[in-house]
């Protein structure tokens, strides 16, 4: 009975009207990397390289982390690998990374702009991420861009360290769509990268302009706020006309109802926490996306995120 749940777990997940959808797991420990290909995970979209950061006094160097790497590469078997470079600064400081204090921290030094203010910290973890020769299987993840201007020098640094190397293959180049800017420039970010994944969370914090952490205001932070959904249709269709992926990693992934509308937005590919796979695959297999399609439409056209949730509390999806 274990190896036909397995095999179940493992089949590749279309929906009810047969388009594949793939459904990818958030990671950050080789446990869970291994977990997530057991439970039927088609890859890693999200492994937030922050962990390797987290608990250290000094910057891992190159080795030590081309090391861990390789190891979550291995234990994932062929399966892609999306590594975030460093997300240090706002809600994830850094030991060892002397960030001035800061007012806003949200709106400070963060993601990619911290990168680019300590080029030996991003060069090391970019140097370590073309060594792992694994361009097949690695796909290079960049937090917090807000223009094609950042994700520019992003791309000469690796062109610049593939030349070093003598690299003939990069991995894929991918954006996170977090702020509004980004999501309003996708398809001008598409020219230069090779795929983007919208986080949710923080996308949600700054178009609703609420501190993700806010015990007061979380019930409100809501990733169906038609701001954001408008804004994920924007990104979705970018995506489309370009030819490219667009993923979705932020936790909104993995909340059940919101599914129909994501997939009715346009997004085939879902990365969400390990233990949400099984259930997130089951589900896609039971919507037709025509139906979703008509969902969203509702919903892009509604005008508070409770008024979404009621339309999703009343939604009927009808059966082939
Ligand atoms: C997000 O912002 O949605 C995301 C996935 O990144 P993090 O939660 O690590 O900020
Ligand atoms: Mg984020």
């Not at 390797?52 to 030590?64: G, K, M, N």
């Not at 790497?69 to 975030?84: C, D, H, Q, S, V």
């Not at 921290?105 to 910290?121: E, K, M, Q, S, W």
């Not at 973890?125 to 960049?142: D, S, T, V």
């Amino acid at each position: 009975r274990e190896r036909a749940e397995l095999a179940a777990a493992r089949a590749p997940c279309l929906s009810l009207d047969g388009v594949a959808i793939r459904v990818l797991a958030n990671i950050s420990s080789l446990e869970e990397a291994e977990r997530a290909a057991a439970r039927g995970a088609e890859g890693c979209g999200l492994l937030r390289s922050e962990f390797l950061y987290l608990d250290r006094r000094q910057a891992p160097d190159e080795s030590t982390q081309k090391r861990e790497y390789l190891a979550f590469a291995k234990a994932l078997g062929e399966l892609p690998l999306t590594i975030r470079t460093l997300d240090a600064g706002g809600d994830k400081p850094i030991a060892y990374l002397p960030l001035p204090a800061e007012d806003n921290p949200a709106l400070g030094l963060r993601g990619v702009r911290t990168g680019l203010r300590h080029p030996d910290i991003l060069n090391t973890q970019l140097r370590a991420l073309l060594e792992l020769k694994r361009a097949e299987q690695i796909r290079i993840l960049i937090p917090m861009v807000n223009d094609p201007d950042e994700l520019s020098q992003i791309r000469d640094r690796l062109d610049a360290l593939a030349g070093e190397i003598g690299l003939e293959q990069q991995p894929a180049l991918g954006v996170m769509i977090e702020t509004p800017a980004s999501a309003l420039l996708a398809a001008e970010l598409l020219r230069e990268a090779d795929f983007l994944s919208i986080g949710s969370n923080d996308l949600s914090q700054y178009v609703l302009a609420m501190d993700r952490g806010h015990a007061e205001l979380a019930a409100r932070l809501d990733g169906l706020h038609p701001a954001v959904l408008r804004l994920m249709a924007e990104v979705a269709r970018a995506g489309a006309e370009a030819g490219k992926k667009v993923s979705l990693c932020g936790g909104l992934a993995a909340d059940p109802q919101a599914l129909p509308i994501l997939l009715g937005l346009g997004l085939r590919e879902l990365s969400v926490v390990v233990s949400a796979v099984p259930r997130l695959k089951a589900q896609v297999r039971r919507l037709a996306l025509a139906d979703c399609e008509a969902l969203a439409r509702q919903a892009l056209a509604k005008s508070s995120a409770h008024q979404v949730r009621e339309l999703l509390r009343h939604w009927q999806p009808s059966t082939l």
